[in-house]
Antibody, heavy 124, light 111 residues
Framework: EVQLVESGGGLVQPGGSLRLSCAASGFTFSSYAMHWVRQAPGKGLEYVSA????????YYANSVKGRFTISRDNSKNTLDLQMGSLRAEDMAVYYC?????????????????WGQGTLVTVSS | QSVLTQPPSVSGAPGQRVTISCTGS?????????VHWYQQLPGTAPKLLIY???NRPSGVPDRFSGSKSATSASLAITGLQAEDEADYYCQSYDSSLTHYVFGTGTKVTVL
């Protein structure tokens, strides 16, 4: 059974830092790209960051570029998101997501499994 | 603001059919990229509902169906049930943004 378990969320002051982690199990972690998707309170879904299966390629939304860093450890089956210079608008539930690319169709990829999410609150 | 636009809400009585549109442009749906749909029940994480425009993952009831045409896609729910009350999001790829995008989301209410 595929499981994605996030941790590391909590309350942080504006300008502060936080590190989110995602522990993956039930599948060959090193074979999949992984994404972080967030959802602000009462709002829709937003792609935040992504990393290729071998970690060699990364993506950041413009809203977090230069402040967040995504990384993975395929030996430990873990995905991390280091968040810095946090702002009020970063407050959201952050989901770890397994990304499926079928038949090499990268543009046709989608999230096939989601974690339960971890809440990041940015407030003084 | 997302490049994929959905109606904020749709509603229907139990047993009825409702449809949710996902309107894009020539840089996403109109470019031929696949559309996928997610269901988010209240207080829970999203769940994959439809992938590749019209395919249902194992375990998804056949009451849910997806279609795509030109620059838009649709999710249909037939035989609406109380448990279908949730938020629904479409997702595709946008060549101008060079990344994946979600739709604005639609709340389905069962009357």
């Amino acid at each position: 059974e595929v499981q994605l378990v996030e941790s590391g969320g909590g309350l942080v002051q504006p300008g502060g830092s936080l590190r989110l982690s995602c522990a993956a199990s039930g599948f060959t972690f090193s074979s999949y790209a992984m994404h972080w998707v967030r959802q602000a309170p009462g709002k829709g879904l937003e792609y935040v960051s992504a990393i290729s299966s071998n970690g060699g390629s990364t993506y950041y939304a413009n809203s977090v570029k230069g402040r967040f860093t995504i990384s993975r450890d395929n030996s430990k089956n873990t995905l991390d998101l280091q968040m810095g210079s946090l702002r009020a608008e970063d407050m959201a539930v952050y989901y770890c997501a397994r990304f499926l690319i079928r038949f090499g169709d990268v543009e046709g990829g989608f999230v096939d499994y989601w974690g339960q999410g971890t809440l990041v609150t940015v407030s003084s | 603001q997302s490049v994929l636009t959905q109606p904020p809400s749709v509603s229907g009585a139990p047993g009825q059919r409702v449809t949710i549109s996902c309107t894009g442009s020539s840089s996403n749906i109109g470019a031929g990229y696949d559309v996928h749909w997610y269901q988010q029940l209240p207080g829970t994480a999203p769940k994959l509902l439809i992938y590749g425009n019209s395919n249902r993952p194992s375990g998804v009831p056949d009451r849910f169906s997806g279609s795509k045409s030109a620059t838009s896609a649709s999710l249909a729910i037939t035989g609406l049930q109380a448990e279908d009350e949730a938020d629904y999001y479409c997702q595709s790829y946008d060549s101008s943004l060079t990344h994946y995008v979600f739709g604005t989301g639609t709340k389905v209410t069962v009357l």
